[in-house]
Nanobody, 117 residues
């Protein structure tokens, strides 16, 4: 049973920074890991992904503000979020799979990020 465990969500003010972490208690082989998010009433959307070789992909809405890093071979991934905006408020989900641009089959339980003054 593949498990992805997220941590690091919380409440911050606009303009502040926040980091998310994702890891698996057991090692499994995947090509890419990353983050999706879902805001109330909206579809789940890709935020950022990274491959085992270090290639990255970002949503246009976060490029330049968010940075993804990690070691996909060790099933760990991080998301450093800066200059946060209220529209970044969502549940953030860790994801793992076989493609950089498409959600994989493995999901974490989600962590809430709220950006509000």
């Amino acid at each position: 049973q593949v498990q992805l465990v997220e941590s690091g969500g919380g409440l911050v003010q606009p303009g502040e920074s926040l980091g998310l972490s994702c890891a698996s208690p057991s090692i499994f082989k995947v090509y890419a890991m990353g983050w999706y998010r879902q805001a109330p009433g909206k579809r789940r959307e890709l935020v950022a992904m990274i491959t085992v070789g270090g290639d990255t992909h970002y949503a246009d809405s976060v490029r330049g503000r968010f940075a993804i890093s990690g070691d996909v071979a060790k099933n760990t991934v991080y998301l450093q979020m800066s200059s946060l905006k209220p529209e970044d408020t969502a549940v953030y989900y860790c994801n793992a799979g076989d493609d950089l641009m498409t959600a994989g089959n493995f999901w974490g339980q989600g962590t809430q990020v709220t950006v509000s003054s």
